[in-house]
């Protein structure tokens, strides 16, 4: 599995230490539990795991993305004015919305300008205290605070809405969205802002096929279907009035239309981000009924939609040479790639041999652990980094806390029991910092895991029966904690072959302030 073809020489985009304002907090834990993971290998691949995370900071993407010059914004390869009549109207919405957010108000702040600017912020509604998650997100207040900029200038809705699953406060967003950008005019321009996790946190069912209890049915059922994330948001797309195009559409009066993407899908299809509320479908409504045959999706919908395909009723999606998207440009500013490209330069400043799979890891779990476990069987002498990301295809068979990076990690463990005594270690986390329904990002696995399980009278195969995988690594203390990190740009998998070496930092020259 070491190949040549592996990115041996990282050209990942600058990034800053900082994230989200600050620097990534540690690992949280009680102070009853012993200290986690105190392996050498384990803290190095945290630490270089940490690393990675900043360089997915949403902040400085926007900053690097947007470029303030007097009185005009450059977006997307254009210059849009902020010294003429009309509004900027600022759409955010997904996991890495606030952030987003706080990047275009400050270089909008730098560049000046008279103009007026609208925003409206739909972010994750926060899971331990949905009472006051209506609230702005902390980092948004401080930069609000920070960048003291008038009300009569600048003026923020904020929607608080629910993920994975849209709930209340998802189809209110998606009612608010839809009035948000119907009051485009022509003198206005619209600046989306894009993330994962869009799709749950925006809904709206299309009128007359669908109601909002039959939307979150499908959503559970899509989540559980297997499917791939591109047939998963084919559906989704046909089957919404805000999915798919339909918010772009709304705003469709407006001078021109931007917009900014944090990809968590594959960079080369990133107008699937957020199912692509302002961006053109490339699929079609044959592509959803092939989608809803193949993996099984039909008894999830209500006849009227069963009835609707059948006739050809159901509404098809603005494809890319609809007119509506002639003044409407995009760009994708962050990808699992960049967290990629950082992780190798962490391992290459710490003495470590290190390379990349090029490409997004997207199939089955069970796939993925026979593509690292042959990577460990196959690796030369010495200790070398590989790292790979996307996200596997995991289907939960239990509602225990657990996720898809945390089976992974176990599943590894398990494939390689009895496998000879060479030793290595695997670290696999979500990079939204949240790992399925569980309070970790992921965990960490060696060829001493099972062993240790044992010694703690745990049982990885009932772990994974239960998919209680989150309970296993938490009595291990070998699960990877880093609370909501403000972005998602997929999963990242750390994998450490031969004997680990005390961290060995060196001067990194790609790292470099930013402007």
């Not at 190095?44 to 360089?55: G, K, N, R, V």
């Not at 470029?67 to 005009?72: I, K, L, V, Y």
């Not at 609230?135 to 994975?164: F, G, I, N, Y």
């Not at 407006?254 to 080369?268: F, G, Y």
Request: charged share 25%; net charge positive; with cysteine.
């Amino acid at each position: 599995m070491w190949h040549k073809d592996f990115a041996d020489t990282p050209r990942g985009k600058d990034c800053p230490v900082r994230f989200c304002g600050k620097a990534i907090n540690t690992m949280r834990r009680e102070e009853s539990r012993p200290a986690a993971s105190t392996s050498l290998a384990a803290q190095l691949l945290q630490a270089i795991a940490h690393e990675a995370l900043a360089a997915g900071d949403p902040i400085a993407a926007v900053r690097r993305a947007v470029h303030a010059r007097p009185e005009h914004l450059g977006l997307c390869g254009r210059a849009v004015s902020l010294g003429r009549k009309g509004r900027l109207l600022v759409m955010a919405f997904g996991k890495a919305a606030p952030a987003m957010l706080i990047g275009l108000l400050q270089r909008f702040k730098e560049a000046g300008g008279r103009r007026a600017l609208d925003g409206l912020l739909i972010f994750p509604r926060g899971a331990e205290s949905p009472r006051k998650a209506a609230a702005p997100p902390v980092q948004l207040q401080a930069a609000l605070a920070d960048l003291r900029m008038p009300a009569s200038r600048c003026r923020l809705k904020l929607v608080a809405a629910e993920h994975p699953v849209p709930l209340n406060g998802s189809f209110a967003a998606g009612k608010t969205a839809l009035r948000f950008a119907s009051r485009a005019g022509v003198g206005d321009d619209v600046v989306f802002l894009a993330s994962g996790g869009g799709s749950a946190l925006m809904a709206a069912p299309l009128p007359g096929l669908m109601k909002e209890t039959d939307k979150t049915n499908l959503h559970r059922v899509l989540l559980a279907s297997g499917a791939p994330i591109t047939a998963i948001n084919t559906v989704r797309k046909h089957l919404s009035a805000v999915k798919g195009g339909r918010v772009a559409v709304a705003a469709r009066r407006a001078a021109t239309q931007s917009t900014l993407v944090m990809c968590d899908v594959d960079p080369e299809r990133y107008d699937e981000v957020a199912s692509g509320p302002s961006l053109a479908d490339r699929t079609t409504l044959d592509d959803m009924i092939r989608a809803i045959d193949r993996y099984g999706i039909a008894p999830a919908l209500p006849v009227r939609v069963l009835e609707a395909m059948r006739t050809g009723r159901i509404p098809e999606t603005p494809k890319p040479k609809d007119k509506i998207f002639k003044r409407s440009r995009s760009e994708a500013i962050l990808s699992n790639r960049d967290l990629r490209n950082a992780a190798v330069r962490g391992g290459l400043t710490r003495g470590l041999p290190a390379e990349a799979f090029p490409a997004d890891v997207t199939g089955t779990v069970e796939t993925t652990v026979e593509m690292v476990a042959r990577a460990i069987e196959t690796a030369p002498p010495g200790t070398r980094l590989l790292v790979l990301g996307g996200e596997v295809l995991t289907v939960p068979v239990a509602p225990a806390q657990g996720g898809r990076a945390q089976e992974l990690a176990l599943r590894l463990a398990l494939r390689m029991a009895g496998l000879g005594s060479r030793p290595w270690a695997f670290l696999a986390l979500g990079s939204d910092g949240t790992d399925g329904n569980s309070p970790a990002a992921g965990a960490y696995v060696d060829q001493t895991t099972l062993q240790r399980a044992r010694l703690a009278r745990l049982d990885p195969e009932r772990a994974l029966r239960d998919s209680a995988t989150y309970k296993f690594f938490k009595r291990l203390n070998d699960d990877f904690t880093t609370g909501p990190t403000g972005t998602n740009l997929r999963d990242l998998y750390l994998l450490l072959t031969g004997p680990a070496t005390p961290i060995r930092k060196t001067i990194d020259p790609l790292r470099t302030p930013l402007p």
